[in-house]
């Protein structure tokens, strides 16, 4: 690697989409974005933004400045990573540029193997590829996307971020689902958690926000995105979370059920006569948000309950019902708070979301100022009263940064 290669580009490989940013490590500015969806279809539209050098945040992330966009035919992973690449020389950017370190993929499940961002050789591979039991909706894509760059660029360092990762620090006590062990040991049944890199990167931002080293902070991190998480982390290491062996417990989400007795999965067998499949499409894709009022989109149901819509309402106030427990069991998990940190788009924005989830949670140390919590901003960002024991903060995640930082840091030594 010459001196000068200071840049990553991270690739976040879905089941039919590829997100990509190419960062610059020197100021941790992004270069470009982009986003390559429905791919395999018969039309799949490709947006690409390069942004000028020093460009950062969220803002120019959404790509809305001089940005192309396009649709054509792209078959498969293969094609869609060429489409990034001569995206990408278009702006001089290329793969085949000296200024590239590495290349930083974003890897769903890492088991419990992978507790660090890893550079990836064939033995890697393999040990994703046998992780495809427990993920078989997300690591697919990510070994496709990670052999299609391999092949692109063989001479480049790889290197996998797994979203596991942050959480295999979790004790066996929080980690062990209450089943028979060998049943579990024989099955790598357990709770591994997903969105670390997130939950990472925000607690980090939080104790920076307090002015304090993530050592001497506790935190709730409540990522809420489509997908949500909360993570219980004591002084930097994660000793909780809510999603388990898969992505689909814990918190009400988007399209997830979260949280449910186990027992609904067989009820819906033997007596709705539903396949394993049918109950995955059910409790993954038909559920959550989606299911109880027909939208995800937490902009759409605060409108509807503006509207007076009962079903919506009912939605919100269950998804807070949830959330509001798991605030409460992190406190209890955690002994001592001193912050709640909500993050990703429904976090970051849905401010009756914030002053929903922490309404009543007095004796918590918790509360919301109506005034900070009403400001919109890209910044992280306190919202709770000088008064309140516990810190409540806003602070926008970067998964892309954390990736990108963590592959620069692998490479560069
Ligand atoms: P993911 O990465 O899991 O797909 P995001 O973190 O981007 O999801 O969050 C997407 C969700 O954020 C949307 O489904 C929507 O509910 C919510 N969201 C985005 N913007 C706003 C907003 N301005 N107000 C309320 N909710 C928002």
Same mark, same amino acid.
């Given at each position: ?269 033997? !007596? $709705?006569?539903?396949?394993? *499949? #049918?109950?995955? /499409? ?6 959550? +948000? &989606? ?100 810190? !409540? $903060?806003?602070?926008?995640? *970067? #998964?892309?940064? /954390? ?6 840091? +692998? &490479?560069?030594?």
């Amino acid at each position: 690697m010459t001196a000068n290669a200071t840049r990553v580009l991270v690739l976040n490989s879905g089941s039919s989409s590829v997100k990509y940013q190419l960062l610059d490590m020197k100021d941790n500015s992004r270069l470009a974005v982009g986003l390559i969806e429905r791919i395999g279809e018969e039309t799949s539209r490709l947006s690409h933004t390069p942004l000028a050098a020093g460009g950062d945040g969220p803002l120019l992330a959404e790509g809305g400045r001089g940005g192309r966009e396009r649709e054509a035919r792209i078959a498969d992973h293969e094609e869609a990573l060429k489409a990034v690449a001569d995206e990408l020389s278009a702006d001089g950017l290329g793969l085949d540029s000296p200024e590239l370190a590495a290349i930083g993929h974003r890897v769903v499940h890492g088991g419990l193997k992978f507790t660090e961002p890893t550079v990836i050789d064939d033995a890697v591979l393999k040990e994703i590829e046998r992780l495809v039991p427990v993920a078989p909706l997300h690591n697919p894509a990510n070994i496709t996307g990670i052999r299609t760059a391999q092949a692109l660029r063989p001479d480049l360092p790889q290197v996998a971020v797994f979203d596991t990762a942050f959480h295999t620090t979790m004790p066996e006590h929080a980690a062990r689902y209450a089943i028979d062990v060998e049943t579990a040991d024989a099955h790598r049944i357990r709770r591994y958690g997903f969105h670390g890199t997130s939950h990472a990167y925000v607690s980090r931002k939080t104790a920076e926000l307090l002015g304090k080293a993530p050592e001497d902070v506790n935190v709730i991190v409540l990522h809420l995105g489509n997908g949500a998480s909360a993570s219980a982390v004591a002084g930097g290491r994660c000793v909780d979370t809510s999603m388990g062996l898969t992505p689909l417990e814990g918190l009400v989400m988007g399209t997830r059920s979260g949280d449910i007795d186990p027992a609904v999965v067989f009820h819906l067998k033997r !007596v $709705a006569g539903m396949d394993a *499949d #049918e109950v995955d /499409e059910l409790l993954n894709k038909k559920s959550g +948000l &989606v299911g109880l009022c027909g939208d995800n989109d937490m902009r759409e149901i605060r409108r509807r309950i503006d509207e007076g819509d009962q079903r919506a309402a009912l939605a919100f106030d269950i998804y807070i019902h949830r959330l509001k427990k798991y605030i409460g069991a992190y406190s209890a998990v955690l002994g001592r708070v001193d912050a709640v940190a909500f993050t990703a788009g429904v976090g970051e924005n849905a401010a009756p979301v914030r002053e929903a989830a922490v309404l009543g949670l007095e004796e918590l140390g918790l509360a919301v100022d109506a005034d900070l919590n009403a400001v919109r901003s890209d910044e992280a960002r306190l919202i709770s009263p000088e008064y309140a024991r516990v810190a !409540v $903060a806003v602070v926008p995640t *970067d #998964e892309e940064l /954390e990736i990108a930082g963590q592959t620069y840091a +692998l &490479v560069s030594n």
